[in-house]
């Protein structure tokens, strides 16, 4: 065979070769939200970012899956997923939406916590705690049962920014800030919006200790498919560390 018959054949066997790697390589959107960090956001390069960001790639991957991550704010990032369109990063359990998702095995569990300023002495472990004030939330977000039913309690003062809801307990405009990700995701949204952190007190009691999970609309056929995949990979990469590993580059455990 002459040499340019071996470069053809070469060229011929190369794109079979991607042919069948890409059709047995699947792919899966994930839904991330835009300004929650540091568990997912966008960077100054608008690139999305962060520890859930990270480990939606490394687990879809394990999965079998070529990964797509679409970043939006958080609320449209739960109507895509409602219509279909993705699996959903992070997704904490409501009775609401366990009847619109399926969801996967627990990925990691969150420490939302309350914080307000130090100098105001405020003591506080729940929303009934902070009845009557305006309290700073992040759009879209429902930790549990007993956060949602003690909503009416409060006045919200919806955002999309952790950072821009430190600035706003730092001015005044309200009275406690409700931030995901525990005392590592104050302290880094705290120096994002060039904030003292000795300014801030982060309540004691968390708000709610929330298992994060992906959530896949249960009107896709293959939900049950695509879950089976992502749990299998979940567990390993619990079993392996490869979860903890990506959580010690942002201050550990949340």
């Known amino acids: 065979m002459d040499s340019l018959k071996r470069r053809f054949l070469f060229i011929f066997l190369s794109v079979a070769l991607s042919a069948t790697t890409s ?3 699947p792919t899966l959107t994930m839904l991330v939200g835009t300004s929650n960090a540091p568990k997912m ?6 690139k999305p970012v962060g520890y859930f960001t990270e480990l939606a790639q490394l687990i879809g991957r394990r999965a079998g899956y070529k990964v797509v991550i679409v970043a939006v704010p958080w609320a449209r990032a739960v109507q895509m997923a409602e219509r279909g369109e993705g699996v959903i990063c992070s997704l904490s359990k409501t009775p609401e939406r366990e009847m619109l998702f399926s969801y996967s095995n627990a990925v990691l569990v969150d420490r939302v916590v309350i914080v307000t300023l130090k100098k105001r002495n405020i003591v506080a472990a729940s929303l009934a705690d902070l009845k009557g004030m305006t309290i700073g939330v992040n759009r879209g977000s429902k930790y549990g049962t007993k956060y949602i039913e003690e909503l ?5 003062d919806e955002d999309n920014s952790g950072v821009s809801r430190l600035r706003k ?7 406690a ?9 104050v302290t880094f949204n705290a120096k994002m919006a060039g904030i003292d952190f000795n300014d801030l007190t982060v309540q004691k ?3 709610a200790i929330d298992k994060n999970y992906f959530g896949i609309a ?4 293959d939900a049950s498919d695509v879950l089976g995949h992502l749990n ?4 390993a990469s619990i079993a392996d560390g490869s979860i903890e590993a990506i959580m010690n580059n942002y201050g550990g455990m949340p």
């Open 205 to 207: 009691t968390p708000l």
């Open 177 to 185: 800030a409700i931030i995901p990700g525990g005392v590592a995701a």
């Open 23 to 25: 059709a047995a390589e």
């Open 169 to 175: 307990l730092v001015l005044g405009r309200i009275d």
């Open 152 to 156: 009416p309690m409060v006045n919200l």
């Open 232 to 235: 299998a990979a979940i567990d």
């Open 41 to 46: 956001f966008l960077n100054d390069a608008e």
């Open 218 to 221: 249960k009107s896709r056929p």
